[in-house]
C-alpha cells in the first residue's frame, strides 16, 4: 500500500499497519457483499437491509432525506425501494396532500427484517465492545483519536487519487 524504503524498523510497522487495514477492509467488504436471509427465506442484499434499517429508524424522514442519511443518491433508494416493495418488505406512501415527498412503510416482514439487523449489529457491535473496553482508557482516546485521523486521511483520498493522476499523465506527455 505505502512507497517506502526496504529495511527500516519504521517503514516495517507502516506496511503491518496498512496490510493489516487492508485485510480488515477486504473482509468487511466480503461481508457486505454477501446477501443475508433475515429468516423468511429471501435473501437480501446489504444495500436493501440498510434502507430498511434506515425506514424503521427513520419513518417520519422522506426517500430524500434517507437518501442523505445514507449517503447515496435519491434514484439509488428509489430502485432498492422498489425491490423491496417487490419482495414485500415495504411500501411507498404519499405525504398528504404533497404529491412529490414519498416515504417508506415497513411491512411486517419489513420489521422482522429490520429487527433481525438491529440484532445482528447488536452482537457485533457487543463484541466489538468487549475487545475495545479491556483497553485502559488513555489507549482508547488514543485510538479513537488515530481513527479520527484515519478518516481525515480516507476523506482526503478521492483528492489524492486524481493528483497521482494528473502527475501520471503529464509524465506520458512529456
Known amino acids: 500500500m505505502l512507497n517506502h524504503s526496504p ?54 424522514e422522506s426517500m430524500t432525506a434517507l437518501a442523505a442519511r445514507l449517503g447515496i443518491t435519491k434514484g439509488a433508494v428509489s430502485q432498492t425501494a422498489k425491490k423491496l416493495e417487490q419482495k414485500g418488505y415495504l411500501v411507498r406512501a404519499g405525504a398528504d396532500g404533497d404529491n412529490k415527498t414519498v416515504f417508506l412503510r415497513l411491512t411486517e416482514t419489513g420489521w422482522r427484517a429490520y429487527h433481525w439487523h438491529r440484532t445482528y449489529h447488536d452482537a457485533v457491535n457487543a463484541r466489538l465492545g468487549e475487545v475495545f473496553i479491556r483497553l485502559p482508557p488513555g489507549e482508547r482516546a488514543r485510538l479513537l483519536a488515530l ?28
Open 7 to 60: 529495511g527500516s524498523e519504521r517503514d516495517h510497522s507502516i506496511e503491518e499497519f496498512t496490510d493489516c487495514l487492508v485485510r480488515l477492509f477486504n473482509k468487511a467488504a466480503a461481508i457486505e457483499r454477501e446477501p443475508v436471509d433475515t429468516g423468511d427465506g429471501v435473501l437480501l442484499y446489504t444495500s436493501e437491509i440498510h434502507l430498511i434499517d434506515m425506514a424503521g429508524r427513520f419513518p417520519e
Open 147 to 174: 481513527l479520527s485521523r484515519m478518516e481525515e486521511v480516507f476523506d482526503a483520498c478521492p483528492a489524492t487519487r486524481q493528483e497521482i493522476t494528473t502527475a501520471a499523465r503529464r509524465l506520458e506527455i512529456v
